[in-house]
């Protein structure tokens, strides 16, 4: 079983900045493969940025140059350093990871971005 619990969500105006954490508990490696999905009203969910076991990054075309996920390894833990954000950044993030088979998620958390 693997726990993942974010946070770091709130509201904020166009151009500002958030940092989401994500910790997981449970019989999970720090360098195994974790990822960003975010999900805005009325849409599906969808990739926003993903980190593998080497620390390999990749990101939804939408918030390159603009968001950085970053991990901790000791802490099992995994950031999304969210910069000019845009009123298209609305939604729940959550926080995922896919071991032994299994895709795990967190509860999510909530980012508003308003003018």
């Known amino acids: 079983q693997v726990q993942l619990v974010e946070s770091g969500g709130g509201s904020v105006q166009i151009g500002g900045s958030l940092r989401l954490s994500c910790v997981a508990s449970g019989r999970i490696s720090g360098i195994n493969p974790m990822h960003w999905y975010r999900q805005a009203p009325g849409r599906e969910r969808e990739l926003v940025a993903r980190?593998?076991?080497?620390?390999?990054?990749d990101y939804a075309d939408s918030v390159k140059g603009r968001f950085t996920i970053s991990r901790e390894i000791r802490k099992t833990a995994v950031h999304l350093q969210m910069n000019s954000l845009e009123p298209g950044d609305t939604g729940v993030y959550y926080c995922?990871?896919?071991?032994?088979?299994?895709?795990?998620w967190g509860q999510g958390t909530q980012v508003t971005v308003s003018s």
């Open positions: 995922g990871t896919y071991y032994r088979g299994r895709q795990y």
């Open positions: 980190i593998d076991g080497l620390s390999t990054t």
